[in-house]
């Protein structure tokens, strides 16, 4: 069974930056584009970057050019590296496998909460 554990999260000002980070248990890890939600109060959970077997990244256009995700595959870890934090990213952030109609492919963890103050 795989396990997410998410972590990284806190509460920065509007311009900060935070590190989230995704540990995956199980060797399936390596074969699996992985990505990030987030889920903000009274929405839905949507994803804002995956991230292929092999490197490949895409982005939700809201977050372009302040997202980076990236995967350490020996450490069966993805990251997500958010720059120039505004309020409007306030959310619980989630990493998972991504299925079809980008769904998530594993039960989901309990996510890191990250607050932007203005």
């Known amino acids: 069974q795989v396990q997410l554990v998410e972590s990284g999260g806190g509460l920065v000002q509007a311009g900060g930056s935070l590190r989230l980070s995704c540990a995956v248990s199980?060797?399936?890890?390596?074969?699996?584009?992985m990505g990030w939600w987030c889920q903000a109060p009274g929405k839905q959970r949507e994803l804002v970057a995956r991230?292929?077997?092999?490197?490949?990244?895409n982005y939700a256009d809201s977050v372009k050019g302040r997202f980076t995700i990236s995967r350490d595959n020996a450490k069966n870890t993805v990251y997500l590296q958010i720059n120039s934090l505004k309020p409007e990213d306030t959310a619980v952030y989630y990493c998972?496998?991504?299925?079809?109609?980008?769904?998530?492919?594993?039960?989901w963890g309990q996510g890191t909460q990250v607050t932007v103050s203005s």
């Open positions: 199980g060797s399936i890890f390596k074969i699996n584009t």
């Open positions: 998972n496998g991504v299925g079809l109609g980008s769904r998530g492919t594993f039960s």
């Open positions: 991230i292929t077997s092999s490197g490949a990244t």
